[in-house]
């Protein structure tokens, strides 16, 4: 912790609570297909995963062809569906309101649906101009490619860096670039997280106050 001068923080479960509508919305247009897979499954799959990844992964298990445009009619029905309402994930406003490090969100997701997510949530003005999507760059967690390329943007070495993430791919990504991983565990105990070498708290207040004791926030 005394070297960090700088927090990343992951998207969809970390800053905004989106993971479960966008796997409810693919397992939706999956059943369309003819495609049952049982949804506690296909969230233990997607949960932080590269979209194309899981469905060649889910595809291929039944033996069903990914037809032409399914992505987009996928994003489509996520999108109608985001536009229903988007929460921030509770607390994360006063932290990043606090932070007096610089701050940045990393995600696999493509910047449009960051820039509707954190748009609706109220929290893009903290993140705009420090907002990096896997597909700048053609590189996915859990590769450490987006982690490094954005500690580099901001002006840091990955050793100054401290990451923020509610996924195994995030874990792993982050841990790949040499960076120090805080895992946000908010829906089971944490444990696979924490076997992938994250630090791992239960809520963001606790991330808060963990925050101010380091001396990243403002009092």
């Known amino acids: 912790m005394s070297q960090t001068k ?23 247009c999956l059943q ?3 495609i049952h897979v049982c949804y ?4 233990q799959l997607g949960k932080g995963a590269n979209l194309n990844i899981l469905l060649e992964t889910i595809c291929g298990n039944h033996g069903v062809p990914l037809p032409e445009g399914f992505i987009a009619h996928f994003r489509k029905h996520l999108n109608n569906s985001l536009a229903k309402g988007v929460e921030p994930i509770d607390g994360v ?5 606090s932070l007096q490090l610089p701050f940045a969100v990393a995600s696999n997701g493509p910047q449009d649906k960051m820039k509707q997510t954190l748009g609706l949530s109220g929290l893009w003005s903290y993140f705009e101009g420090n907002i990096f999507s896997a597909y700048d760059i053609n590189a996915w967690k859990p590769e450490p490619d987006l982690y490094l390329y954005a500690a580099k943007t901001l002006g840091f070495s990955a050793d100054e860096a401290l ?17 120090e991983v805080i895992g946000l565990a908010l829906d089971d105990d ?3 997280l ?3 070498g994250a630090k791992v708290f239960h809520s963001m207040r606790d991330i808060h106050q963990y925050f101010e004791k ?3 926030c403002r009092g």
């Open 163 to 179: 990451v923020v993430e509610d996924s195994v791919y995030g874990v792993i990504a982050a841990k790949k670039a040499g960076m």
């Open 214 to 216: 380091a001396d990243f």
């Open 6 to 28: 700088c927090v990343i923080f992951d998207c969809d479960g970390v800053l905004v609570d989106t993971e479960k509508t966008a796997l409810k919305a693919l397992h939706e």
């Open 40 to 43: 506690d499954e296909m969230y």
């Open 32 to 34: 369309e297909l003819n």
């Open 190 to 192: 944490g444990e696979e």
């Open 194 to 196: 924490l076997e992938k």
């Open 93 to 97: 406003k006063e932290l990043v309101m």
